[in-house]
């Protein structure tokens, strides 16, 4: 089964931390934040992936190409530049990685829909975005997929608060609450799950067409969008506040996604 990975985007609330990458490169702990998103699914089993390209594509297939050099320490013989030697295990030898450029300014839809005959050959895909961690259990997405028999299925998380909350009746504060660690209402945090049988025909043409609006919505009205509801670790990278959390996280040897 194939990963679908959304790495096109432009990442503009974040471009302060790093200017000159795609947002799905910004490291996390020295390796790209898409690095560890695939090492999640990887460690489920799940080693095909394609990646929607997009703003500077060109950084990605140049990180790929050159993926062990990045990755691990080596030595290089300046004599025989191809005789290499790398200094630790090659841990992703069995990983298939399809590099897809879906134009710079595509919306994520349609980014899809233009790796479609990529996904030909399996019943179902899976589908996440280039910028969200989490420790979620992939085959208990699926497994739930399944059960449920819908078109698609989304991971559901609840957001971490980023403001101050609080509750007013009759114009008095009842409650206040500074920073809470979650919301009470959930999102969709990515992790997705779709029927590759079904789902093209509700997916439309066009360059402008946004997952949540053009597909999900529109599933969800006909009751053929199910949610795996999460509690655990869920984090998106949307902000340097959120990169230097997670960059902390990686550096405590406690970060839960790894």
């Not at 990458?21 to 390796?31: A, C, H, S, V």
């Not at 929607?52 to 013989?77: R, V």
């Not at 209402?185 to 779709?194: A, L, P």
Request: charged share 30%; glycine share 10%; aromatic share 10%.
């Amino acid at each position: 089964m194939k990963v679908v990975i959304l790495c096109g985007g432009k990442g503009s609330r974040i471009r302060d931390a790093a200017e000159d990458l795609p947002k799905p490169l910004i490291p996390i702990g020295g390796k790209p934040i898409v690095w560890h998103i695939m090492k999640h699914f990887a460690k489920a089993g799940f080693k095909d992936f394609v990646l929607c390209l997009g703003y500077k594509s060109e950084k990605f297939k140049d990180f790929f190409l050159n993926y062990h050099s990045y990755i691990y320490d080596f030595t290089i013989n300046l004599g025989k530049p191809h005789d290499l030697v790398f200094h630790e295990p090659f841990n992703e030898s069995d990983w298939r990685v399809t590099l897809v450029d879906t134009g710079d300014n595509t919306m994520t839809a349609s980014r899809l829909r233009k790796v479609r005959k990529h996904l030909d050959g399996d019943d179902e895909f899976l589908l996440t975005y280039g910028d969200g961690l989490s420790d979620v259990d992939i085959p208990m997405v699926l497994a739930h997929h399944r059960k449920m028999g819908k078109i698609a299925t989304i991971t559901a998380v609840h957001t971490c608060g980023r403001f101050g909350e609080i509750r007013v009746n009759d114009g008095e504060v009842r409650t206040f609450s500074e920073k809470p660690r979650r919301s009470r209402e959930r999102i969709n945090g990515g992790f997705m799950v779709f029927d590759n049988r079904r789902v093209w025909e509700h997916l439309g043409e066009g360059e402008d067409l946004v997952l949540e609006t053009s597909l999900l919505g529109p599933l969800s009205e006909i009751g053929e969008l199910a949610a795996y509801e999460y509690d655990g670790f869920w984090q998106c990278m949307d902000s340097p506040r959120e990169l230097d959390m997670l960059n902390a996280l990686w550096a405590s040897g406690k970060a839960p996604w790894k």
